[in-house]
């Protein structure tokens, strides 16, 4: 786990930060010591309850409105953060749609939708962070690392799954950017990172966990037996852009409760 601390004086922007598993990032980089940009879509209202949480425990906090899918409101939050607060040192690609259907209803809008804000908007808000960590460098008594970026992508970047082909399609994507730019960026000290969450008690997968019928079936997935919680992803991000893990990049870490071993195999095959 990250020490107390460890992200004393840096800055952060974590996208769709206002639910579920940005959320999480969001209160965990901050009482660890980022000032925290909680990025949203949705009502206001929302993303500034995430604002006074933070703010509350003594930690640092300021919401920005943006679609993550269109390049100039990006540029635009990126500009809005530097006023605030001067540069960025961690970006946390978190968020992230499902629009669900079977492959041969899909509409071209659900795809488009799906591919725009998870990968498309990985994309743009990486190429922005990039161009202010090569500009500002290395700043020691901050971090080892110029810059640190985590792309939350799914245990659906291996697995296959029937009835989500645009959600799973953009998170297969998002492991080969992540390695491409982590493969591009190292000579300018610049970190990149996956993460791979399973099963995380959300609004995303509600009508995975919300009755205990629905839940019994998703535990099957699951060989720990637990669903995740948002905290979990939380403490594994505040920990990957830490100086504790200066020697990570390019790499997807899977954090599913083991849903990614096969559990049919369990007693089958
Ligand atoms: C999806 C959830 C799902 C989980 C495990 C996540 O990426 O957003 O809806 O419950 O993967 O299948």
Same mark, same amino acid.
């Given at each position: 786990?990250?020490?107390?601390?460890?992200? %004393?004086?840096?800055?952060?922007?974590?996208?769709?930060?206002?639910?579920?598993?940005?959320?999480?990032?969001?209160?965990?980089?901050?009482?660890?010591?980022? @000032?925290?940009?909680?990025? @949203?879509?949705? #009502?206001?209202?929302? #993303?500034? *309850?995430?604002? =006074?949480?933070?703010?509350?425990?003594?930690?640092?906090?300021?919401?920005?409105?943006?679609?993550?899918?269109?390049?100039?409101?990006?540029?635009?939050?990126? #500009? =809005?953060?530097?006023?605030?607060?001067?540069?960025?040192?961690?970006?946390?690609?978190?968020?992230?749609?499902?629009?669900?259907?079977?492959?041969?209803?899909?509409?071209?809008? *659900?795809?488009?939708?799906?591919?725009?804000?998870?990968?498309?908007?990985?994309?743009? !808000?990486? +190429?922005?962070?990039? %161009?202010?960590?090569?500009?500002? $460098?290395?700043?020691?008594? +901050?971090?080892?690392?110029?810059?640190?970026?985590? !792309?939350?992508?799914?245990? @659906?970047?291996?697995?296959?799954?029937?009835?989500? /082909?645009?959600?799973?399609?953009?998170?297969?994507?998002?492991?080969?950017?992540?390695?491409?730019?982590?493969?591009?960026?190292?000579? @300018? %000290?610049? +970190?990149? /990172?996956?993460? $791979?969450?399973?099963?995380? *008690?959300?609004?995303?997968?509600?009508?995975?966990?919300?009755?205990?019928?629905?839940?019994?079936?998703?535990?099957?997935?699951?060989?720990?037996? +637990?669903?995740?919680?948002?905290?979990?992803?939380?403490?594994?991000? #505040?920990?990957?852009?830490?100086? =504790?893990?200066?020697?990570?990049?390019?790499?997807?870490?899977?954090?599913?409760?083991?849903?990614?071993?096969?559990?049919?195999?369990?007693?089958? $095959?």
């Amino acid at each position: 786990m990250a020490s107390s601390q460890s992200l %004393k004086g840096q800055s952060a922007l974590v996208t769709g930060a206002d639910s579920g598993i940005g959320k999480g990032v969001a209160l965990a980089l901050a009482s660890a010591g980022a @000032h925290v940009v909680i990025n @949203h879509v949705d #009502a206001h209202e929302i #993303a500034q *309850q995430t604002v =006074e949480e933070i703010t509350a425990t003594g930690g640092i906090a300021y919401a920005i409105h943006a679609d993550i899918s269109k390049e100039d409101e990006v540029k635009a939050m990126f #500009a =809005e953060m530097y006023q605030q607060y001067g540069t960025i040192d961690i970006l946390v690609n978190n968020a992230g749609i499902q629009k669900d259907s079977k492959f041969v209803d899909m509409t071209l809008d *659900q795809w488009n939708l799906v591919i725009g804000i998870n990968l498309t908007g990985q994309f743009l !808000c990486s +190429r922005e962070a990039t %161009k202010e960590f090569i500009r500002r $460098g290395v700043v020691p008594e +901050r971090s080892k690392a110029a810059g640190k970026i985590i !792309c939350m992508s799914s245990v @659906h970047e291996v697995i296959p799954w029937a009835g989500h /082909v645009n959600y799973a399609t953009s998170k297969g994507g998002i492991s080969m950017f992540m390695k491409t730019i982590a493969q591009e960026l190292a000579p @300018h %000290k610049i +970190r990149v /990172v996956g993460i $791979g969450p399973g099963a995380i *008690q959300t609004p995303i997968n509600k009508g995975a966990w919300d009755t205990p019928e629905a839940l019994a079936k998703l535990l099957t997935l699951i060989p720990y037996n +637990r669903i995740g919680e948002p905290e979990d992803i939380g403490k594994l991000a #505040a920990w990957l852009v830490s100086d =504790e893990a200066d020697y990570i990049t390019g790499t997807t870490i899977f954090m599913d409760g083991g849903m990614t071993l096969y559990p049919g195999f369990a007693d089958n $095959g």
